[in-house]
């Protein structure tokens, strides 16, 4: 990633399937039953969905079930970790054991501080350079709310957006609602998920770090039974023109 070459950041949490041999953890399921949790948490190919060229990206580049940077680091802070799926998960989607951590600050400090560092030093040079910065923060979501989820609403819509009282100015959302209602999408906000990341030393002190999360139904460009495509292209175009219409409003915002 260019160290904020532009003032707008796309982050990825959880593209990744990569899966290292490190120390830190034991696996406590056999590889077939880890590779069905790999597909059912993986935000399969929103590296891929979310490209823009007005953007930089930052993208975690290992399982959000080694360690999930969109967690806090803190599990006193993070609600997940009730159930397990703090920072370093410890059980599946359904609450089964599947991993046991014997080493948890290895585990951060390997996987999770230097993305995070990455995410502080970018919003640092953005500041520095534009004076103000805008994140994406992007996923995608299944279709049928998983038994961890927080909000178990049956029919989820096709697009979610997430958003903070204090990091996302009300235009950003009325831009994103406004051009997917127009595109024939679904939409709700804060629900099934909410909130958007900001770096922890700016969250809820700097307003000129302004984030949004967008949240893709995954129905909507994948099977989510064998992990193939499917009108990609077409839901491509749709979080693109997204992605050029947020771009756009927050540099007006800016200017």
Same mark, same amino acid.
Request: net charge negative; hydrophobic share 40%; glycine share 4%.
């Given at each position: ?18 899966? &290292?041999?490190?120390?830190?953890? =034991?696996?406590? +399921? /056999?590889? @077939?039953?880890? $590779? ?6 993986? %935000? ?69 501080? &230097?993305?995070?560092?990455?995410? =502080?030093?970018? +919003? /640092?040079? @953005?500041?520095? $350079? ?6 994406? %923060? ?118």
């Amino acid at each position: 990633m260019n160290q904020a070459s532009k003032p707008i950041l796309l982050h990825i949490p959880h593209s990744s399937v990569h899966i &290292p041999e490190a120390d830190g953890w =034991e696996w406590l +399921v /056999d590889k @077939a039953a880890l $590779q069905c949790e790999v597909q059912v948490m993986t %935000d399969h190919f929103t590296d891929e969905l979310f490209e823009s060229p007005r953007t930089d990206r930052l993208v975690a580049n290992v399982s959000r079930l080694v360690v999930d940077v969109e967690r806090f680091r803190d599990d006193a802070l993070e609600p997940m970790a009730e159930k397990g799926m703090g920072a370093a998960y410890t059980k599946t989607h359904d609450g089964q054991e599947f991993k046991l951590v014997y080493d948890r600050e290895a585990i951060l400090r390997q996987f999770y501080d &230097p993305h995070h560092e990455a995410l =502080e030093n970018w +919003v /640092d040079a @953005a500041l520095t $350079q534009h004076g103000a910065c805008f994140i994406i %923060d992007c996923h995608s979501f299944p279709n049928k709310a998983l038994t961890c989820d927080l909000d178990q609403s049956p029919n989820r819509p096709d697009f979610c957006i997430g958003t903070d009282a204090f990091h996302t100015p009300d235009v950003l959302t009325i831009c994103a609602v406004d051009f997917l209602a127009k595109a024939g999408q679904s939409l709700w906000v804060n629900k099934p998920y909410a909130g958007s990341i900001v770096p922890l030393s700016r969250y809820q002190k700097d307003v000129r770090v302004a984030s949004i999360m967008v949240e893709v139904n995954r129905r909507l460009y994948m099977d989510e039974r064998d992990g193939t495509k499917q009108c990609f292209a077409d839901v491509t175009g749709v979080v693109g023109e997204l992605l050029e219409r947020l771009s756009a409003q927050m540099s007006r915002i800016q200017n």
